[in-house]
């Protein structure tokens, strides 16, 4: 079965631009999760969805910062304009039903935002 | 308040060596408390869990008992392998949320030496 996709792998860009991260999750999951991992602060909650509404955005950390999940099979983060602070490797994850018990999130392979 | 603490890295051992990176929580009540693995380039993965006090998770040689008297959750191995190196995680979900939202440590990053 396919895990949770994540595109790009890998993003290089130039401060001020425009970056899109996508997230497809696995079939049936209802929960949806975008985590920013950076050396100093470590793992951070960015967002999470249930049934494609946004629940909790308190992590997103400014206005730059935007998520959507249109449907159920697809999920984008977009940072506009980018900055070199936000260089990060950005994770997607899903969980399926009360997660609180079994307290599997299936993560993404990741999607590593370079801003120079 | 809801939270995780961890010991911080990073941990070298050789090996077979023995491991325990410690975790303790703060929570109202008795959440269930997880371990997750971050081997180099991959995303996170579920280790282990227990879903009550007393409970021991396992998996992979890896051990975790939760212990309510110390509020603690520590990650044991007898014997690593140079396969084991990865950052590792302790987490709890958030009382709060019935919706599968967890807190997450910050992380131990443990290298295996041959």
């Known amino acids: 079965d396919a895990g949770v996709i994540q595109s790009p792998r890998h993003e290089v860009t130039e401060m001020g631009q425009e970056v899109t991260l996508r997230c497809k999750p696995i079939?049936?999951?209802?929960?949806l999760f975008w985590y920013r991992q950076t050396m100093m602060r470590g793992l951070e909650l960015l967002i999470y969805f249930n049934n494609n509404v946004p629940i909790d955005d308190s992590g997103m950390p400014e206005d730059r910062f935007s998520a959507k999940m249109p449907n159920a099979s697809f999920s984008t983060l977009k940072i506009q304009p980018s900055e070199p602070r936000d260089s990060a490797v950005y994770f997607c994850?899903?969980?399926?039903?009360?997660?609180?018990?079994?307290?599997?999130?299936?993560f993404g392979e990741g999607s590593r935002l370079t801003v120079l | 308040g809801n939270s995780v603490t961890q010991m911080e890295g990073p941990v070298t051992l050789s090996e077979e060596a023995f491991l325990t990176i410690n975790c303790t929580y703060t929570?109202?009540?008795?959440?269930?408390l997880f371990w997750y693995v971050q081997y180099p380039g991959e995303g996170l993965q579920l280790l282990l869990k227990?879903?009550?006090?007393?409970d021991k998770g396992s998996n992979k040689g890896f051990e975790a008992t939760y212990r309510k008297e110390t509020t603690s959750f520590h990650l044991e191995k007898g014997s690593v392998q140079v396969s084991d190196s990865a950052v590792y995680f302790c987490?709890?979900?958030?009382?709060?949320?019935?919706?599968?939202?967890?807190?997450f440590g910050r992380g131990t990053q443990l290298t295996v030496w041959p």
């Open positions: 987490a709890r979900p958030d009382r709060g949320s019935t919706l599968g939202r967890l807190y």
């Open positions: 929570a109202t009540g008795y959440p269930s």
């Open positions: 079939s049936g999951h209802n929960s």
């Open positions: 994850a899903s969980s399926a039903g009360r997660a609180l018990l079994d307290g599997e999130l299936f």
């Open positions: 227990a879903t009550k006090a007393d």
